[in-house]
């Protein structure tokens, strides 16, 4: 019986970001996001989706946490949290093109996240769909329906939980020191990262458990699909 499997997308993506994993993983699951804004910090977040997960019977010693970008900081907080709980983590956690510690979190990023807040949210929507997704789309060499598929999630961008998002993602602070705590727990730490990733810098070292693409590339859910399919095979290989 394959272990739970649960996807966490990266910011103003939605389950479409998983489509190649879903199709190769029928049973993995990818949480809604609280639709109530009062999270003050991404731990509060983390706390909300980990609870829904509970309830669900998707968070237990077996679940492999799949977490893309931002989802990356939010399954990495999630884990952390059950341990200072003294509960028991999942299995493992395999970061695709995410932040293993704060120190990836670019200060354009951070920029970027405080100033969207002034941003009109039917501009952000339509800077989405008519500038920022085409572009994204060539700089990380996308085909014809890839590109397709990432503009229509951005005509359905939820602009305001975007941001919310993006300033708690700012304010992150994981570092090398709870990774190193998350492995003495026994969690397996897996990654798969483009070298040239136009959004995320790669880790550094890179750290243990971390595979480095020779691409330019950041929605490797699409772009690398094999390459992220095999990790989480790695993950939920006893």
Do not use: Y
């Not at 739970?4 to 993983?25: K, N």
């Not at 969690?187 to 798969?192: I, K, T």
């Amino acid at each position: 019986m394959t272990p739970p499997i649960v996807c966490l997308p990266g910011l103003g993506a939605d389950h479409r970001l998983f489509a190649p994993q879903l199709e190769a993983f029928p049973s993995a699951i990818v949480p809604d996001w609280p639709p109530d804004p009062g999270a003050a910090d991404l731990e509060a977040l983390a706390a909300a989706i980990r609870r829904d997960l509970i309830d669900r019977g998707a968070w237990t010693p077996q679940t492999l946490l799949v977490g893309f970008s931002f989802g990356a900081q939010v399954a990495l907080t999630m884990t952390l949290a059950a341990i200072d709980g003294a509960e028991p983590p999942p299995r493992a956690v395999a970061l695709v093109s995410g932040l293993w510690t704060a120190g990836q979190l670019t200060p354009a990023f951070r920029r970027q996240a405080a100033a969207a807040r002034f941003v009109p949210d039917a501009l952000m929507r339509w800077s989405a769909r008519s500038l920022v997704a085409p572009r994204f789309a060539r700089a990380c060499a996308l085909d014809a329906s890839q590109t397709r598929r990432l503009i229509q999630m951005a005509r359905d961008l939820n602009a305001a939980r975007l941001k919310r998002h993006a300033r708690l993602a700012a304010r992150w602070s994981v570092s090398a020191n709870d990774l190193a705590s998350l492995r003495d727990a026994g969690v397996r730490l897996l990654g798969v990262h483009a070298g040239r990733d136009p959004v995320i810098p790669p880790p550094k070292g890179p750290p243990a458990g971390c595979e480095i693409i020779d691409a330019r590339a950041h929605l490797l859910t699409w772009s690398h699909a094999d390459r992220v399919n095999d990790l989480i095979r790695r993950g939920i290989d006893p």
